[in-house]
């Protein structure tokens, strides 16, 4: 039997999921697995627990006197809930979560206890030779260290087998050198929270602390675990490079917001459970607008703890699909044709006073610092796109971007046409203001500036990076990312922009300037530097290409030129003077990013040549065969010529087709023999863009179109209407 039919078989004989008495209150669940500071108030002495909370609310190490402690605290409710081991929880540069599970287990002569130590809490030593290193070490260099981010919640995860007490922890070598994406994205807190608190002080000293929040949107598709694993393509690339189109696809369909199938809801209730239980606050769930993609969102959060949400969130997705038979994939473009998949990252800047810098208050006083924070965002981008783009660029989101709603590869700003209009009559003044309904305005009462707006943006789907009424919206960010190195150089432009923006208003304020006129100074000279940074329409369009190319905006291709950002001198002297990273630690990344470009395009080039010798050419082979015998019993039988004539141009198609797909099987073999001799990794991974690339490209186009003239009976790769119909 055909195996996609045995597929099938399989599919519609499955149970359906079993329906729980009674689903448990979000509430209830929440936090059940976190040592929360409820949690910690109850298993620590009240002079531990005041300062192990100073140290997590001021942001400052362990104190190694507590340690101890803390440390037995979390081992006795751990194994209370029944946990056996504890993890130390890291980000390395491969971009997901890792863990080294260590036994509570302490042998002793009468037996043995469970012990869990401060040293072991605080600092673990771990073997980094075969994570990636971007070249930047050798194997016999291997030492690194794990150390507590006590900023983030210590959690138990949970699976069916067991339970793992998780803490998450900092990775860097035995020099220091940042081995993770966590301790670079701790360093841009600490240097956009200073430069943001001293522009907060030209308006409100109260505030102490300021910090981003982030809201990171993840989308993903499921299929069938039975059509998976009759992909090769999708179980090691994680996406088809091969697959005709649907004939239905996107098109006039009620899927977006429509009714969410069965079997998907009771994967989404399990995973609304598992989450709520590690304190990830799911809020939304949604079909999306392709068939079998989904999203899920969580509500705002510190960006610290947003990022190690969404990574748990990309864990458990994972996980409980596969107790429902589905297989998630997270990759950004895992079926051609239709939308991708992004983790658009809101973001956005909190103080501790509870004001949110992005959004404009109710007073003249904090419209203006609105206008600060809004205009150094944007000229912080406009200085630093190509640093931006290159943060979102992988081999996976290539091909996502720029079709299917996914944003434009040109870098923008869309702040919507309301707000524009606000920056250009600030540069610009208008002779006579237009008059607007008073309760879509909120008076500055400052002269120079015009009326800021209340409900001020649209939704442009195009657009790279949208103002969206109180946050800025970065859509480029893929769904298979960490969002940490994205929101990392974010925090870093932004927060060197800042410091430019204070040094400014002081020379002003030195030289005599009133500090609201030097303000509005600086503001203004910023706003005529970003402008054309700043695009309110279709980023799709040849017009704004055209009009782009005038600007001399950021126009890169593809994800190798697009990295080469990171070892531009303006990018090492950014983060160097930030203190985020030496130019060694920047050359090091960018090699860890050139290394996993090239193992997935390498992975694809070996998957095509692997499909179209074993399943594509063989299927072809059998029906040509097939006709051809078809066409000499009905010459011998002396049978209707018309018939025979349009079997002879289809055997002829099918022919040309396999000769087409064994010369470019071989060509492709060719160039990457030849691209694979330059040696340097960036040379590498040009030649892929250049040549290997579009060569897949041709070999896919011919087998979909030979996906259309073979028999279904003998295609044996599932295809398209299949995987994302049938779940």
Known sequence: MNPRYRALETIQSRPK???????PSPSTLFGENVFTKKVMKHFLSKEVYVALKACIDNR????????????????????????????????????????????????????????????????????????????????????????????SPVFIFETTYGKTLCIPTILVSFDGSALDHKTPLLKSLAA?????????????????????????????????????????????????????????????DPRYFGAIPERVFAFLNDLEVSCHKLGIPLKTRHNESSPGQFECAPIFESMNVAVDHSLMLMDQIERIAKDHHLVALLNEKPFAGLNGSGKHNSWSLMTDTGRNLLSPGANPTDNLMFLVFFTAVIKGIHGHADLLRASISTYGNDFRLGQHE???????????????????????????????????????????????????????????FAFTGDKFEFRMVGAAANSSHPMMILNVIVADQLRD?????EGKMRR???RNAAILDIIKEYIEESQNIRFEGDSYSQSWLTEAKKRNLSMVENAPAALDAYVAKEAIKLFERNEIFREEELQVRYEALLADYLHKARTEVELMEELVLTQILPAAVKYQSEMLNNLSVRQQLNLDTKVSGGQDDLVEEIGEKIQFLVRNVEKL??????????????????????????????????VDELETHIPDQNWTLPKYREMLFIL
């Open 17 to 23: 999921p079993t329906v729980p008495a009674q689903t």
């Open 60 to 151: 400052k190490p362990l104190d190694r006197e507590i340690a101890g402690s803390v440390a037995n605290a979390m081992k006795v409710w751990a194994v209370d809930k029944g946990a056996t081991h504890f993890a130390h929880w890291f980000q390395p540069l491969s971009g997901r979560a890792a863990e080294k599970h260590d036994s509570f287990l302490e042998p002793r002569d009468s037996g043995a206890i469970d012990k869990f130590s401060g040293d072991e809490l605080a600092q673990m030593e771990l073997d980094t030779a075969s994570l990636p290193l971007g070249g930047g070490r050798s194997t016999f260099e291997a030492r690194g260290y794990t150390a507590w981010d006590s900023s």
């Open 192 to 252: 956009i929270n200073q430069a943001a608190v001293d522009i907060c002080h030209f308006f409100d000293k109260d505030i102490t602390r300021v910090y981003p929040t982030l809201g990171a949107e993840q989308e993903f598709f499921l299929v069938d675990r039975s059509w998976f694993n009759l992909r090769p393509d999708l179980l090691l690339a994680g996406r088809t490079i091969l697959g005709k189109h649907p004939s239905h696809g996107m098109q006039i």
């Open 406 to 464: 996914a944003p434009s590869k040109i870098f923008s700003v869309f702040v919507g046409r309301r707000l524009n209009k606000v920056l250009n009559d600030i540069q610009n003044p208008p002779r006579k203001r237009k008059h607007e309904p008073e309760n879509v305005l909120l008076r500055l009462g400052i002269s120079e500036i015009p009326e800021l707006l209340i409900d001020n943006t649209d939704k442009n789907r195009t657009a790279p």
């Open 501 to 505: 923006f204070k040094e400014k208003v």
């Open 512 to 514: 005599g300037r009133n």
């Open 669 to 702: 073999k060719g160039a990457q023999r030849r691209i694979e001799r330059r040696g340097y990794h960036r040379e590498i991974a040009g030649g892929y863009t250049e040549q290997v690339i579009p060569l897949l490209d041709e070999i896919r186009s011919s």
